[in-house]
């Protein structure tokens, strides 16, 4: 008896979790890795392992028109990924998809502007949270991924594990940023989580197991910077943006400023020059007179 396409399709995509797994990558590349199979699975029918050119070219066509570049590079990735360890085959048209190089400058919000945002966020948690964000510098994924133990008051520093490129790095931790993380931990009291679930509201705060949604984060997000009334993008990407921006205007060194970001070479650090005039100074004396300028107001626990 033979074997339907979706009994093929599942055994196949739960190969390709395995392999994405063991492969030691990231969770948002094993999510956007599986995605790709997913979609090209629904749009075939699940026949996906012999496709032909002509199939692939007008699939990515179609894909082109309703999504980002980016969407569509992570689809090619995820798809190569699938053909070469589930189905063991090269990837024989390493030409069909050549993106348009671009390197666009982020929308950075000032000072006052951040300081807006995070007043007129009104759920304590998500103030708080983007708060931490900021003046650590930090991705939306590490954020969430603090725990209690990764805040080392004494040596003023936060350990972020984990991060992209699977390498860990030590940040500075501002002293309005250590007292606001202790006070909001007396709230919840989780014994692992800085950020736990609010599913279950605060009651359950102190025993959840995973960290904020980060869709509720980002949508959060997106309706304040709303409320404010800025003309910009608002990803929670964009108020690590700002804190580099915000620490190069202020005269912390590049390089000191690469090591808080993470970043691989100072190249990509060095794209912050271009909205801001760099000095040099001390650079912990300098982050910690920014965040000392913030006023965090406490209002309603939620």
């Known amino acids: 008896m033979s074997t339907s396409p979706e009994a093929t399709f599942d055994r196949n995509y739960a190969r390709h979790l395995q392999h994405l797994t063991l492969k030691g990558l990231q969770p948002k590349t094993i999510e956007a890795y599986s995605r790709a199979i997913r979609r090209i699975g629904e749009r ?61 400058l982020p929308d950075i919000a000032t000072v006052d502007e951040t300081q807006r945002i995070i007043t007129r966020t009104r759920v304590l948690s998500y103030r708080v949270f983007f708060f931490t964000l900021y003046s650590l510098g930090l991705r939306l994924g590490e954020g969430l991924r603090l725990q209690v133990g990764d805040i080392d008051g004494a040596r003023g520093r936060v350990h972020i594990r984990d991060a992209k490129g699977n390498q860990d790095r030590l940040v500075p931790l501002p002293q309005a ?59 929670p990407h964009s108020l690590r943006h700002s804190y580099a921006t915000h620490l190069i205007e202020a005269g912390v060194d590049l390089i000191e400023v690469q090591k808080f970001l993470g970043h691989h070479s100072i190249l990509t650090t060095a794209r912050y020059t271009h909205l801001t005039d760099q000095t040099k100074h001390h650079a912990i004396a300098r982050i910690n007179g920014l965040m000392d300028g913030f006023s965090i107001t406490w209002g309603q626990v939620k």
């Not at 496709?51 to 569509?72: C, G, K, M, N, R």
């Not at 940023?177 to 705060?205: C, E, I, M, Y």
């Open 44 to 104: 075939f029918d699940h026949q996906i392992d012999a496709l032909s050119e002509q199939q692939l070219l007008d699939y990515f066509t179609e894909l082109v028109a309703s999504h980002s570049w980016s969407s569509v590079k992570l689809d090619l990735y995820g798809l190569k990924f699938y053909y070469e360890h589930v189905l063991r085959r090269p990837w024989a048209m390493p030409g069909l998809i050549k993106p348009p190089r671009s390197q666009r």
């Open 177 to 235: 940023t250590h007292q606001l993380l202790r006070r909001f931990w007396q709230v919840h009291r989780n014994p692992v989580l800085l950020f736990p679930s609010r599913h279950d509201g605060l009651k359950g705060a102190a025993t959840a197991t995973t960290p904020m949604d980060p869709g509720g984060v980002q949508t959060t997000l997106h309706r304040v910077v709303e409320a404010c009334g800025l003309k910009k993008r608002s990803p």
